[in-house]
Each structure stands twice: as structure tokens, then as C-alpha cells.
């Protein structure tokens, strides 16, 4: 999987381009004094990184399909244990037992107007000898489908998401005892089967249209970076909004001898059968649907007309696996804090693949081992972090998060403890650093962007991330960014491992990545390869390495800081955001449900309709009631008066060294104190308060979850008991900032 | 031609869908009793119209080509004279004879990478027994292109609009001495060549893509409705916003002797060789473009990846026509004012068509005739109009509006004189009231339109277009509609043969058709016929008999009324918002200028960029001075009053017979002063100060041209005069209304 690194960069910003920071200004969580060695540390760090490596370590870990279950998983795991343990690192391979279905049997094939099978297949191209190896390589499809042999007319569903539904059934077009065939993208690959069996269809296919990574974006693979018509994308359709890592053992570790559940009553299965397929595959049964003709923003870049379909034509599909439970390798690499032992600093990134996998996830993790392999330089020369650093290579990530997700709740107790901070990574490429994640760090994140060079401009990383939201952004985006000193940081929904210990655990956690000048189509194919990467993402290696900087100053700057570089004023500001959000999406809810309402009842949306179109008149909307939002406002109030205080009775103090390792302790669980151990409603695994995957969106991010999803949903109820819900989780924080003021 | 409904539908409205005129509210210019009166004569006239008549007619007109100079386009006028002539009009065709290039050589090749010839050629298709005229049809290109043989690297430039060549100029692509391609739409196509040369280059092609009008659109003919892999949009490509109808005669009539200029100097003829063709044809040609990947909103909809080009391939096109003089013959039918002579209600739509043009323009013409058969009957029951009607077909349109602007200039001081409205129609289908013209009669056509019932739902076809209004506006739309009492009416840019009565002489006109649910792409194609219009547009002619009723009661309402219905009010209203939008352009366009100004001083701009685009740093905009609107504004002002003064001495006042008659004249003659003798800059054919099309819109509208286009050339200087002009403008017709006040 990977960061949608567009999307985070859509949602940040301040300032103007030619205020770099100084040298002098102290780091977050540093003396002058302590600001001066750390400075000294990171050009000693920086001295070590070298591209090559990121290159020769490509080259090796994405020479053969490197899946869960693998042989040459387990040797890329044995490899980079191997390299962690020569770097100084004390470092183990941690073993889970998981549930991982392979396809046995994958039948589509149309039935009528005309009978065909479909190929199921991505051939080698030229120039690419890692799609030569059919052999090692998964076959095309969506892990944690369940088996099944269905036969239906085809229903196309655009993006297969709730609101296409909607469009459906104003057209009155049931998918019930149906196939549905929808386009990646606009949701979440697992949205789609999920909505679809709600909707009572019996199948799914989900095909790549040219229109979201093909040729309407630009030429395909060999000739570019974009999918050709062969190209398929994998990936896990696991009900991941609802939890997260092996299906079997949900909250608990899959040790070897967990206490497993069987997998009929697994949740988080599919509850029809999936399967993804090319838009060659595609485009024969697209071109035979009939009915009406479907909206323009339903419409691909196939060369057809699209359809409804609903009668023509007609799909078998027939889906078995292989339900094997498979041994994964989670590599951990640890060098224990000087002073502070008992508090964590961890970075993950995944090393598993759907299928060679260069550029997901292998760019992301070469950054992270060149980054460990300096910081081994730097022990070697008798440095020492003051806090345990903690390094992962995760296994099992593409289907489900599992590796991270099953290692977070074996070790959930010490975890709640000891860690810290999560700094995880995943794809990497050309373009602009993207930075997601908790917003108490986000001050400590935009100072490190600002330290970086980008590899291509004179300017730092964070001045070309903000260059690019003031050149692409409205005047009112400008305006903000010029009134504000960070960059806002999107917040983290699903998609990548940090979700196991933001969203489950409450640590703080950061999502780090370069992208957007790296585009193409070769996502979760057998066109993912290192030969690839070389021509169209990053050969140089240069973002590896302004990857492997970014993440490894957090990472020693965490290690080594006199106090936590927390800070609430960012994370404050940020919810208060988040509130009017809220507050404003009843209103409009409340405003549009009056003003649709009206148009129908007083005929305008009748009279507005082409007859022939025989369109069912929408549905009335229920009235939206003032909802109290007082006490959210009056939590937010004391949420700013309280990190006010905090920042006045803090600016400029000395403290003793037990003090701050209490604060320390203090601020880093304060991110535990935005969960709540009863979840959110339907979802007890998920804790956190602030951010969630989206349950209808899937990787998509619901900030307030627990408000929005029930105003998003018309419950009302829910929706003022969620209100009281966040306003005590925000009013325990105050509390807990308080107390950190009195250290003073 | 045909009006482009939904833009005209997008700018308009006001009320409740409940509210329907009173029976007995009297009609605008008429006493209660020659209201009742006037609905009595309304209710005969409808009781004579038969749709058979409209598709016995469509049958006959549409049989064959009937383009200009075709002999069945001679037969064509002969029997709509001599309908007109048995109906009790005093008929006659009036001849010109006009310039008309029609093809001699077509060749269009790619040269490189490979070879091969254009078919340029629109086949039969199955069940189209018109499609299979091939004989008869024009072959597809476009009139007034010059002869030429060019050679050269084709270069795609999306719509051919200027902002396209600033984007081309962006990346470094200049089209100097090269071909260009351009798709159809986004602005007029004359347009396209003309920007074309301006930039340089030496030929021009225009393609349909399939996203604007093809299989991206829906099922294509004969399937569906829309344009097929080989339709051709043919078209006029004369420079027409300099001045339309025969480039030898501007200004002046072109009859048998007129003093015509030399070919060579005729200004509106196209600077470089242009042809248009299908997408079949451009598909090879657009595949082989080399270069970079256009931007999204460049890219159509066929299955390959759009580049710029510039390089490869490369193309060679030779053109040659036979300059031909042509005669043209126009119908003009009167019914003698039996009161009032000279005061003269015009009513036209043209009979010529590219090649049988079912839809364009004989779906309007029988409408047109319907109406005048009914009228014909009305005469034949003993009732006589008040003032003259004049009904007329006009020729040659297609090519350039030219059979009514010929006759326009032809009897440019008779008209001045005595014409007091011209209503237009084109091309009619399933749909919408479209409404635009002048708004000294939008409150008259309001009520007009309130009146007619739509054919498919309860409702009048007001509510209507109205409801649809409503329901496709954002929330401000939807407040204007609720505050107003009149729909506002579009303005008119150019598109059809009101422009030389409206924009030349000052005559307030109006254009009016039915449109939106009669999609398709056959426009100005050899699929214009009979059939496809039968199977895909308004087959029952159930809004063929809508349209007659709608243009029906306008001509005897404007014919009969005690006093002409115009009305200053929702002009003055109209002209406010006109100002507003000039003032705020000039404000947008001054933040505008300082904002991406500082973009690209402090480098953002530059950081922004991929550096492998090697884009051009945009140039600096000039700053927009602070322009002094006020004189504008005064005038406005002054223009409230002097009409809210009218309102009020007019107010149930009745005028002796004699006054009646002058003020009349005052009223019909008030369009008149919204012209200027000198015209335009640039422009001198265009006279009028309020409405005309857009220099670089061609088609599309231009408010308060003189201002607008100053400013959007970034010329402060005129900008400058051109308020002032405006403003003494405005100035001198409030002046009249106080004249006209002063008749109480």
C-alpha cells in the first residue's frame, strides 16, 4: 500500500519562501547548548548516506516476487536482519501464524450476448525481466474474497461507493442477484464488495480503468509509467475499517498458539466474491452493457459508450482458495536508550510485496535501512541515543496490515508504556514531501522539513511543499498559509502500518513520503519492478536519501531531545478546525435537506427532469435537528486555555532530570488520552478519537470520527452522544495539560 | 447554426412553480379589455396548428441537400414562397448573390513516421436513406478557408483558444510555420484558425472528438444519436466577429451590381488553410504526436495518450476551391399593418442547411411556417394585425449569416425606420425554453412564455426552465431565482440571423428555441436527417407546435398590443449587472495579477514545478491601474431613475391614439441608441454597446463589449475610454426615457 501523498499535501500550510531557519534557533525539545551537538550529530549522519546502497538493495530485495509466504520473503527478511545486526543493531525476526488465501480456481467469463473467458493474466513486456517470472509471481487477485460461483446480468457501479448506490437506485436499478464491475479509485479497493453485498449484489469485479492510471493519464508500461492494458491491481479487500491484521485474531497476537476464531465467523472476510481485472479483461463486457447511459462523472476513457447495464450481459464468475495459514517475518532491530531505556522511538516500514514490489514497498524501505545503516556509523563512533531507537521491516502489510497490527497487540502492554512515538514509511519517489500524522507533532515535523534540501531546488523540502500548495491553492488557501508558521499535515486515516499504533494504541505517529512527480500505473502489478523505478521514479536515489535524512533527523532529534518535542498549540488549533468542520457539515446538512426537500415537494424537481429518463423522484431527506454543540466548543475553549497556560508557564524553564522524564512520560501519553478502550460505535478496535479510517472510505481519513460518521449516517443520537463522547475525551486531555504545567 | 441552449438556460430566473398568470391579468401593453381580446385570438390561433404539418414539411424541406447554390435549395425557397403566398402573405424572394468557395482539392496526408491519405469523407449508414445522397452532399470542409499547400509538424492545441497558446508557450511550444490540430468546441470554430495564424501557423485542422460530441456522450449514430467515428462537422469559418454575411459587401447589400472589393482584401476570409474532419481520421494523426502529455482539461476522450507534438508526425494539406458567385434567394412574406404600417415585427429562421439539416435548420423553419399558416387562418377569419408582420426564410446563414445580413444592409434605412422587433429561431428539439435577446423585452417574453404549456408535464414551459433553473443552481442562483419575478433572459452573442438586426442596426430582437433532451451529434453532418430527427429529437413535433405557439403569440401580441411591450426596468437591472461584473473583473483581474506576480518573484512558482517540464516561468502580468468606473456607475444611476420616473407617470395612464403611435416609435427606436455609428474598436460593423460576440468567443457572448474586451486585452487605455463611451451611451437613452415619460 502506499501514502496518498497528493491528497496529504491538499490539506497543509504558512509563511514565504525565504525564511529559512537559522541555525542558531533552538530545536524543539533542545538547549541552545544541546541544539549545537544535535546540529553536529545530523552532519555527521548525513555523511554516511550514500545512493548506492538504496540502489544495490533494490536491486536485491525486488529481484524476485517477495509476497507473504514467499521463500524469497523470508530471505529479503533474513537479509535485512542480517544487515541490521551488522549495523550494531540488536535485532531478531519475530514470527506470526496468519491467515493468507491464494486463489485455487479464478473463472470470469461472460455468458452472454456472447460466450468468452476472460485471461486473468499480465504478460511479460520487453525490457522488463522481472515480468518474465511468472512462476514466483501471485496470480491476479483481492486477497480475503471469500470462494464462491456466481452467475448474474452486470450492473457497472462507477466507484462502487455509497452515493453511486444512491445514483443507482434514483435510476431504479436493483444489483440485487447481480454482478457489479467497478472502477478503482474513489474509494478504498475494500469499500467496493462491502457496499455491493449491502446492496445485495452476488459479485464484484473491480477493473482498472485508463482514465484513473492508464493511458488517458499518460503512455503505458513499456512506453511509460501508466498501466497498459494487461496491467492488474492486487490488493487486500479485508474489512480493514473494521479491524485491521489477521482476521482470526482480532486484538490479540496471531502467536503460534493463539487463541483463534474460525473463519466462517471472521468479520472481516468478504461476504461475496471479488476479484480485480485489467481493462483489457474489461472492456468486452463494458461494451455490452445495456441501459441507460451512465453521468458524466461515472465515465472512464475506454473507447465506449458507458452503460448502466442491469440486463446485459451476463458474468459467471467462480472463486475457490486456498485458506492456509502462513509463518511471516517481522524484523526488529533494536539499540537501547542511554538514559531513557524505557521509552521508545520505533520506525516501520513494510517489506513485503505483492509482487516484485521496487517501488512498494522497497523505496520506502532502502531509505529506512540506509538511515539505520548512518545511524550504526554513528554507535560505531561511540554515540549513543539517550532514548531506545526501535527499527521495523514489517511483513504481511498488503493484505491487511498484519505484520505491524499483529506485533502491536502481542506487545500492546509494553507498547502502551514504552513507546513513544511511530514513524512509519512505505512507497517513496520524486516530488514533494508529504507529512501526515499527529498533530502534537506537527510543529517538530515542520522543523525537520525545513532542514532537509530538496534534491532538485535550492530550497528546503518544506519550502517546496509550501511553494506548491501557494502555486496550486485558492486565495484563501494562500492567505492561510501566509497567516500560519507550519504547514498543516493531513491527518492519517488507513493505507500503511502506522494504524496499529496511532489508532489502536494511541502513539503519536508520523507518515513520511516524497511523491507526485513520480506518477504512473504500475501499483500493486508485476509492472512494480526495479526496472521500472530505474526509468520513472527516482533512479538516483536522490528522495531515497531525502527520505533517509527526514526520517532519521526525526528519529535521532526524538532520541536525543532534552524534553519530548510535543507541543499541544498545533494539535489545539488543528481540533478546533476539526470542530467548525463538524459544525458546519450539520448546518449545510440541515440547509440542503430544506432547500432538496423543497424542489420536490413543490414539483421544481419533477419539472426539471427529462420524462423519458423515468427517474424516481429522490427520496424526502430527514430534517436535521440543532444538534448542541456547546459542549465540543466549551472542550476546545479549555483545550486552548489550558496549552496557553501551558506554553507561558513552560517558555524559557529548566527542569530537573526526573521532572522531565515525568513530562516526557506526560506528553507522549497524551495521545493515549484521545482513545477511548470502548472504540468507536461498531468498531471497539478502533480507539482514537480524533482520526479513523473511514468506514465507508476506507484509507480515506474521518477526523472526529465518532461525530462525523454518525452525522454522515442521519443518526442523530449517536451523533450528540458522540459530541459528549469527544468533548470529555478533549476535556481529560485539558485535565492532563494542566497537570503538565504544574511540573513548572 | 443553432442556439446553444443551455448556456443561454444557465444565466437566468425568479419565483414559485405554483404562481401561474392570472387569465386576466392584462397583458404587457394591453388594456383588460384587448387582453381578453388578444387570448381569445391566441386561443383560435392554437386551435389551428397540426404537427403533421411540421413532419410533412421537415419530410419535403429535408429530402435532399439543400445548401446554398444547391438547385433543391432554389426549389426549397420556391415552396416556402409559395405557402406563404397561399396563406394571404405578400410574398417574394428577394435574390443576392454572394461569394461561396466550395472544394476543388481536399488532401490531407501524414508524411511521417508513416504515410497515408485522410479519407475526408462521410459514409452512408444503415436505415439513413438520406445519408446516401453522396452525390448531392457537400463534401466536408470548412467555407472561407484560403487555398494553400502546407506542410509541416502538427501540433495539438486543445480548443484553439488564446489561453490554449499561453499554455503552449508555458512549455516552450511554439506552432510557427507548423499545422495545428484542434478539436471542436470550446469556442467558435472560426476561432480556431484564426488564433492559429496569429500564432504563426500554416494550416489548421479540426477534429470532433468523441468526448465532446461522440461515443463519450452516448451510443452513436445510428446506434444512438451522437457523431460516429466518420461524422464531420462542416461550418463556416469567416472571421464573422469582424462582420458576417458576404465578405465583398460589408456593410453594403450585395445585390446583382453592389460595388464589391477585391477577394484578396477581404478581411474575413481565413489567413491559413483549414479543414475539418472525424475522428477516424484524426486518430492515427494524434496517436504519433510526440512530446510531453497535454494537460487533463486537453484530453478528449479517444483511447490513446494526448501529447502536444511538435516534432512528429508530420502532415501535408492541400486546399483549393472554386471561388464562385452564387445567387442566394430569401422569402420575405408581410401582412400589411392595418393601423400602424410602419411599425414592423420581424420573424425569421433560414431555410439553407450544410446538407439535408432536418434538424438544423428546418426543425425551426416548419415551426416557423406552422405559426404562419395559423396567422394565414386568423387573416382568412376577417382579423387584420395592427402593425406590419413580416415573416422570412433566409438563405445562406450557414456560410455566414449572410442572407439576412444582406438584406439587413440592403434595407438598413427602411428598417431603422420602421422595424420595432426581430425574433429569431434555428435548430428546435425536446427540451427547455431557451430565451435570449434584448432586455427591453424580457419581462414581454416572460409573460409569453408563462402562457405555453409544456408538452410533457403540467406545468408552462416558464416553470419549466425554471424548475430547471432551480434545480441545477447553487444556493445564490436559487435565492436570485426566488427574488425576481422574470427568468432572466441569456444575452446574444452571434450563432444565428439576429445579429445583423440586433448588433448592426439596433433592432431589439429575441431568439428562441426548445433544447436539451434532443442531445445527439449530427450537427452540421450528413446524419442532419429526417430519420435521425425522427428517432432522437422531437419526433411527435409536440415542441415543434411549443415553438409556434411561443414565437406565435409574440408576433401578434407585438403586432396587436395598444402600446409595444418593451420595458426598462429589467434592461436597467440587466445593465447594473453587467456593470458589476466589469467593475469586478477589473478587481479580480488586479488581485489576480499581484498574487501570481508575488507567486513568481519569491520563487514559489519556480519551486512548485517538476524541473524535468522545463517549463517557462509565466511572464509578469501588467498591474491593473485603478480604472474610474464612476462615470459608469452615474449613468446607471441616472439611468434608475429616469426609468422608476417613467414607471411611475405611465402607471394606468392612456395615451390619445396619436401619442400612443410616438411613443411607440420612441420605444422600439430606444435599441437604437444603444448603438454608436463609429461601432466597435476594431469593429465598426458592430454598432451596439450592450451585447456582441466575443472577438475571441466568436459565438459567445460579449456584455458591454467595448469594456470587456478591453480589459481582457489588458488595454487600460481604452478600457478607460470605452467606460466613458458606454456611460454617454446609457446616458442618452435615459435621456429618452425621460422624453417618454413626459408623453404622460
Known sequence: MRVFLTTVLMTCMLGNLSLAQSPNTPLLGFTARGTADQRALESRFDSFLRAENLRDWMKRLSAKPHHLG???????????????????????????????????????????????????????????????????????????????????????????????????????????????????????????????????????????????????????????????????????????????????????????????????????????????????????????????????????????????????????????????????????????????????????????????????????????????????????????????????????????????????????????????????????????????????????????????????????????SKARQMVSGTESQRSELASRSDLRIGALGSGSDYTPFLQHLGIASLNLGFGGEDGGGSYHSIYDSFEHYMRFSDPGFSYGIALAKVCGYSVLRLANAETLPFDFENFTDTVGVYTNEVVRLADSMREDARSSNLLITSGMWRAAQDPTDRLATPKLKSEVPNLNFEPLRNAVAKLKLSTSEFQKASAGRQLSQADRRSLDELLYKSERLMTRSEGLPRRDWFRHQIYAPGFYTGYGVKTLPGIREALEQRDWTEAQQQILVVSRTLEGLAAEIDRAARFF
Open 70 to 464: 514467499s521463500a524469497y520473503g523470508k530471505q529479503n527478511a533474513e537479509f535485512i536482519a542480517a544487515q541490521f545486526k551488522s549495523w550494531g543493531f540488536d535485532t531478531k525476526i519475530e514470527e506470526f501464524e496468519v491467515l493468507f488465501p491464494t486463489p485455487k480456481t479464478r473463472i470470469v467469463q461472460m455468458t452472454a450476448p456472447e460466450k468468452f473467458s476472460l485471461k486473468l493474466n499480465e504478460p511479460p513486456v520487453a525490457g522488463d525481466a522481472s515480468s518474465t517470472q511468472q512462476k514466483e509471481q501471485l496470480p491476479t487477485y483481492n486477497a480475503f474474497s471469500i470462494d464462491g460461483d456466481v452467475s448474474g446480468p452486470l450492473v457497472y457501479v462507477n466507484y462502487g461507493t455509497p452515493a453511486d448506490y444512491e445514483e443507482l437506485e434514483r435510476r431504479g436499478i436493483s444489483v440485487r442477484g447481480k454482478i457489479v464491475i467497478s472502477r478503482y479509485g474513489g474509494s478504498w479497493r475494500g469499500i467496493k464488495p462491502k457496499v455491493a453485498a449491502e446492496n445485495g449484489a452476488v459479485g464484484c469485479l473491480i477493473y482498472s480503468d485508463p482514465r484513473n492510471d492508464g493511458y488517458y493519464q499518460g503512455d503505458v508500461y513499456p512506453k511509460g509509467a501508466h498501466r497498459n492494458e494487461n496491467g492488474v491491481q492486487r490488493g487486500s479487500v479485508m474489512d480493514m475499517p473494521l479491524y485491521p491484521g489477521d482476521p482470526l485474531t482480532k486484538g490479540i497476537g496471531a502467536v503460534k498458539n493463539a487463541k483463534r476464531i474460525d473463519r466462517k465467523n471472521a468479520e472481516t472476510l468478504t461476504k461475496i466474491p471479488v476479484l480485480p481485472i485489467s481493462y483489457s479483461d474489461a472492456l468486452p463486457l463494458l461494451r455490452n452493457l445495456d441501459g441507460a447511459v451512465v453521468p458524466d462523472a461515472w465515465r472512464g476513457a475506454l473507447p465506449v459508450t458507458y452503460h448502466f447495464g442491469g440486463t446485459t450481459p451476463t458474468v459467471r464468475m467462480k472463486l475457490e482458495f486456498n485458506w492456509d495459514i502462513k509463518k511471516i517475518y517481522n524484523v526488529i532491530a533494536r539499540i537501547k536508550g542511554a538514559e531513557l531505556p524505557d521509552q521508545w522511538i520505533i520506525r516501520g516500514n513494510h517489506h513485503d510485496a505483492w509482487v516484485n514490489g521496487a517501488d512498494d514497498p522497497i523505496s520506502g524501505l532502502v531509505a529506512e535501512m540506509e538511515e539505520a545503516r548512518a545511524i550504526g556509523e554513528l554507535l560505531r563512533s561511540g554515540w549513543k541515543p539517550r532514548r531506545t531507537i526501535i527499527y521495523a521491516a514489517w511483513d504481511a502489510e498488503e493484505q491487511g496490515l498484519i505484520g505491524s497490527t499483529e506485533w502491536a497487540e502481542t506487545h500492546a502492554d509494553e507498547l502502551r508504556q514504552k513507546a513513544a512515538v511511530y514513524i512509519n514509511t512505505d512507497s517513496n519517489g520524486r516530488g514533494f514531501l508529504g507529512m501526515g500524522g499527529s498533530h502534537t507533532l506537527e510543529k517538530f515535523i515542520n522543523g525537520v522539513g525545513r532542514d532537509i534540501p530538496d534534491p532538485q531546488t535550492g530550497v528546503s523540502v518544506w519550502e517546496r
